[in-house]
């Protein structure tokens, strides 16, 4: 029976999370149990290959953080997402190298060809906006994809538009860019925290007095930054202070205490299925990732 791989790249673990949790809530399920021989082709082959071949206790700490492995694994009917966590802009040549080891399990001279047969594969580029906008984080995709792929194909990559699957190398390839609802810009949280905040007013409120304290507190003094906008923008310890960030794990604390901004996400009760199912940009996120193996066309 064929599979249908998805590989998700997302920027950051709340990105990560997110996505998960809009899976979850549409009926995909986890498979983390599943013993790593048993993922199907070429995704049991990509995890093994981030698996460190030496013995563990002669790896040092920077060589076994630097492990590429999925954050999530699930599955629907026939196919499989995996989800992998990144980073941003600098990490371009981890996502280029990645591509270029997918597609090298693809060559007419491999072994790995027979293994593909029964295979569809995708890419998808879970990108923020941010303040460059839409337009600027596809032409990034771009400038990734045509150094991931052989020339020959690089070419038909400049038809690339956001939110749309296109066949390249026999490898489903989108992009879909988080902005803030009806603008060009933004970023997740601009998408997350209305979601969240639906219905839970009380708790966000106090939550945002209480962040307030940045300003007037004497722990933080000659410490506190404005951009141009007048908002605050603070660095403690060499980090930029996110509000919004900051406002998720405020709340969260609330009722998964001592845990993350991502377990804050995927797990806490301020999303539950009812709300991302109703959800206008959760249903256009998963409809999305649909169309990985629903309805894809090859680029011009």
Known sequence: MAKNIIFILTEGDHDSA???????ANGTETKHKVPIKDYPFPLNELIKNGIPSAPIEELNMEVARSRFMPSYIMQKDNNIISI???GGDSKDTIRINFIKSINALNIPDSDAI????????????????????????IEQIKKELKQSFPEIE????????????????DINIGGFIFTELKKNTGLLEDLLIPLMRQGNDDIFDAAEKFLDIHE?????NGKIKYDETGAVKMKVNREKY??????????GQLQVSGKSNTVCISDADYLNDEKIRSNTSCKD????IQKAFLNFKELD
């Not at 995708?122 to 984080?137: C, E, N, Q, T, Y």
């Not at 939110?163 to 190398?169: D, G, H, P, R, S």
């Open 216 to 220: 007037t507190t004497t722990l933080f």
């Open 154 to 169: 690089a070419k038909n990559i400049d038809n690339l538009i956001n939110k749309e699957i296109y066949l390249v190398e």
């Open 114 to 137: 027979q293994a593909m047969e029964d295979v569809q594969v995708s890419i998808l580029f879970f990108f923020d906006a941010d303040d460059k906008g839409v337009d600027k984080r």
């Open 242 to 251: 996110a509000h919004k960030k900051s406002l998720v794990g405020t709340v």
């Open 84 to 86: 992998y966590r990144v």
């Open 285 to 288: 996120i998963y409809n999305f």
């Open 18 to 24: 997110f996505i998960y949790r809009i899976l979850k």
